[in-house]
């Protein structure tokens, strides 16, 4: 009889107990309150304001490396109440990276199976052959594509290369557009994020030559190597954008945290590059700082092209050690 009622027994689940994995990017916290982080070869859902570890879901087949939350441009995680010029879709989105060579795109939110929000797989990105250590995404539309929403991911990988991943406003797949090859070298960490005034993306990446390498998006949407910012002096572990406003003017910062224990804040700002407008003497700039142009395509009514330039604006120190990452 004791057996019988253990069979119509009701259980509940009343708390979960995991521990993060220990790697720098394994954990992204969303301006939507919920953290992600990567458990073994799952993903912890917590939310800060709940009981905690609220559930874990499964993908991957080996280590998660790494999470993020896909983003709009000026915005570092995306929310409901986010004003931007972009339709946001309907639920937030997740990538995670792993030691599988895999990255998977999640989408969060009520499903007909499930009353309360959970990760829903969405997409596996297939091509790397090694570990996948650092992944980013935003979504964006350019005007050349009469304002199509897109979704752009990037992957950096233990292979040696990085993919930019693309998905259109209504597919439900993203195709590999490009692969970027750093020889012997490796892409330590990814940021991308969409230039003022412009509809073309930027992409940063965080080398194992000391250096940080700047990639701009043209029209066909292929990135090429526009700016290379040099000063630290061993591996750049971590890189992050952020948008600012000061005086009617949007400016991007840049972070580059580096084992050679400084944080380095670089500026890229804007000018018009029409004659007669903004830049009045092209050559006082280059003085200072790295330039490189990129076609207006948001506004027809505007110049063509915009001038930007990128200058160190400031290094931080303290650390005695490392800094292996660091966000706004």
Avoid at 243 to 269: M, P, Y
Wanted: glycine share 8%.
């Amino acid at each position: 009889s004791r057996l019988k009622m253990a069979a119509y027994m009701d259980t509940d689940m009343c708390y979960i107990s995991t521990a993060c994995n220990q790697a720098d990017r394994c954990l992204s916290w969303g301006r939507n309150g919920v953290i992600c982080f990567g458990s073994c070869q799952s993903i912890a859902v917590y939310e800060d304001s709940g009981p905690g570890v609220r559930e874990i879901v499964h993908g991957h087949h080996g280590r998660v490396n790494v999470v993020q939350w896909i983003s709009h441009p000026g915005c570092s995680h995306q929310t409901d109440d986010d004003e931007d010029p972009v339709s946001p879709p309907p639920t937030h989105e997740l990538i995670s990276g792993s030691v599988d060579g895999s990255a998977i795109v999640w989408s969060y939110g009520v499903t007909p199976e499930h009353q309360q929000p959970t990760l829903v797989k969405q997409a596996v990105l297939k091509g790397h052959t090694k570990s996948i250590n650092a992944v980013d995404g935003i979504y964006t539309s350019r005007a050349s594509h009469a304002g199509v929403a897109e979704t752009l991911v990037a992957t950096a990988s233990e292979d040696s290369t990085l993919r930019l991943w693309l998905r259109r406003e209504g597919a439900a797949e993203f195709a590999c557009v490009q692969e970027l090859s750093f020889g012997r070298g490796f892409a330590l960490d990814v940021s991308l994020t969409v230039l003022p005034g412009t509809t073309a993306a930027i992409l940063a990446c965080a080398s194992d030559d000391s250096n940080v390498y700047l990639y701009t998006a043209g029209e066909n949407s292929e990135f090429s190597k526009t700016t290379v910012l040099s000063g630290h002096e061993d591996w750049v572990r971590g890189v992050e954008f952020a948008s600012v406003s000061e005086d009617g003017a949007n400016d991007l910062l840049l972070l580059s945290a580096s084992q050679d224990s400084f944080i380095r804040i670089w500026r890229i700002s804007s000018s018009s590059a029409a004659s007669g407008e903004g830049v009045n003497d092209p050559e006082e700039i280059r003085l200072r700082s790295n330039t490189f142009v990129i076609p207006r395509l948001s506004d027809e009514t505007a110049p063509d092209s915009v001038v930007f330039s990128t200058s160190l604006e400031a290094v931080l120190t303290g650390h005695d050690n490392w800094v292996t990452s660091a966000h706004w």
